[in-house]
Structure formats: C-alpha cells, structure tokens
C-alpha cells in the first residue's frame, strides 16, 4: 500500500486563506440579501471542526478495526494505481451521497449530521461545522473495503471529498459554467441542500458530483435566495449543545412515547415523524367502519 497524502492536513492553509478572502469580500461589498458573517457563529464553526479531528481520531480507533477485519477477510484486492485511485475516488462519491441521504431521513443519524445545518450562516466557515458523532457513517462504506479497496485508500477518497466541498460553502459564487453545474457540487447546489425552505428540503445531497441527485430524483436547482439553518433553529453558539441536541430531543422523545412503534419511530423514522394522533386514529377507524356497514348493506 503506498502513503497517501493527508490531503485535509495539506489543505489547512488554503482553508485560512481562502476564508480571509471571503471575510475581505464580505466586507468590502457587502451584500444585503446574504446571510454573511457573524463572529460568535463563525467562532463556533471553528470550534465544532477543532472538536471534531479530536473526536474522529477516538472514533477512528474500532472503524479502522472494522475495516481491517473485513479488508483480511475479502478475497478481492483493488490496486492504489494511477487510474484506480480516479474510480475509488468516483465509487466512494457514489456510497457518500447515500450516507449524506440517510443521514437526513434516519432522525438517530440526522442527530449527527444535525450540527452542519445548524448555522443560519452560509460561508467558508459553516464548512468547517462539522459532528462530533461521525461512529454513524462507516457501515455505508463496508462494501468497498469487502470489494477490495484498502481501508488507507478510502481514507484518502473520504479526505478529498470533504476537501472539495470546503468551497462550495460560500454565497460569494453565482453559479460555474453550465457544463460544470450539471456534472459537479456547487455553491448554487449546496446553498439550496443547506437551505430551510420547505421546497429546498432534503435535495441535493452529492459531495463531489451532482449527477447522483439527477439519477435518484433529489435534485433541485437554486431558485428563490435559500434561508439557512434548521426548520426549527436552535439559537445557541454552545458547542456542547450544538454537538448534542437533536440527541437530547430523541432521549426526550422515547421517553414520552406511549408504546414501543413510537419509540421506534421516533428514533429510526424521519427527523419530522410524528404518530398519528387519537383523535385522527379514531376518525380513521370510525371511517373504516362506515365503509365496512356500507359495502355489507
């Protein structure tokens, strides 16, 4: 196996850089209708990503087990080349999209993602508002290490893909030429995926290539100027609370619930489900039930 760059480590500086240039941009013409900058958000963007390199290098600890078992255990074996690594890269886009798409329709899954839609800023910055829970996102990568693919190489793919969507954080960016904006992820898209609108909801969910949400119907072009944040937004830089409360809410939740589908459906249905209410249940049955008399007449 040959040493991949760390490309996240590598990319530090051009993080900052670009970041300054936004904030110069930002203020030197400043644009009324954009959701800009705001020092205490900005701060807590920064302080989710350091505490996140802290948390996934503890959660790294069993994935890497994980995958090494299973590595060991596949017979196939997928070569770091230089026109493989082109295709890991495209295979690995592909199994993120799925991740990235569950973890917003699964509500014990969405508590992890929860936190990078939680600003109601869009800028390089909320890029870096990243989930201290990501234990949740290996088993949609298990087939390509049961494929062949060296645990160290999905590393590296993981790594560019997060890199890549470092700049599409931005609302300085209209739109990239028309070619571009329908193969790949841009600020255009991305805008629409972080937007709080109900139209806006739960679309575009590629990292690199868009193409994934033309094929499986979660695409949606960038319309009307996108509201940023949450439906429900939760109005605190903690990042103690940023990190933890859609968990708290589920916790909160189950132990309401009247009876174990509820409890199930509150912590493995959508981020939005609610029970069917006894009022609604019972006009349901009494509904049944005149249809029932109706047909025996």
């Known amino acids: 196996m040959p040493n991949l760059p760390d490309v996240v480590l590598w990319s530090i500086p051009a993080f900052v850089l670009l970041t300054v240039v936004e904030v110069i941009g930002v203020r030197l013409h400043p644009d009324e209708d954009a959701a800009g900058y705001e020092t205490k958000d900005a701060a807590t963007s920064v302080g989710m990503g350091l505490g ?23 017979p196939l ?29 699964i509500r014990v899954l969405w508590a992890c993602h929860v936190v990078h839609h939680s600003s109601e800023k869009f800028n390089l910055t909320t890029a870096l508002r990243q989930p201290w829970t990501t234990l949740t996102v290996w088993p949609f990568y298990v087939p390509l290490i049961a494929l062949g693919v060296h645990p160290a190489a999905l590393a590296f793919c993981s790594s560019a893909n997060l890199v890549y969507q470092f700049w599409i954080h931005t609302e300085r960016i209209d739109r990239m030429p028309r070619w571009f904006e329908f193969v790949f992820n841009t600020p255009s898209h991305h805008r629409v995926h972080h937007a709080s609108q109900g139209g806006y909801l739960d679309r ?3 990292g690199i290539l868009i193409v994934w949400d033309r094929l499986f119907g979660s695409f949606v072009p960038e319309v009307d100027r996108p509201v940023y944040g949450l439906t429900k937004n939760i109005n605190t830089f903690n990042p103690i609370k940023v990190a933890t409360h859609e968990y708290v809410a589920i916790v909160k939740d189950v132990k309401a619930a009247g009876g174990w589908r509820e409890r199930t459906g509150r912590v493995f249905r959508g981020p939005g489900w609610q029970p069917a209410s006894a009022p609604e249940a019972t006009t349901a049955t009494a509904t049944a039930t005149a249809v029932e008399e109706t047909t025996a007449a």
């Open 52 to 74: 996140s390199l802290v948390f996934d290098f503890v959660w790294k600890i069993p994935i890497v087990a994980i995958y090494t078992a299973i590595y060991e255990l596949t």
């Open 204 to 206: 575009n969910f590629g």
């Open 77 to 105: 074996r997928v070569p770091v080349l230089w026109w493989t690594l082109p295709l890991m890269l495209l295979a690995q886009d592909f199994f993120y999209y799925w991740s990235h798409r569950g973890h917003h329709v």
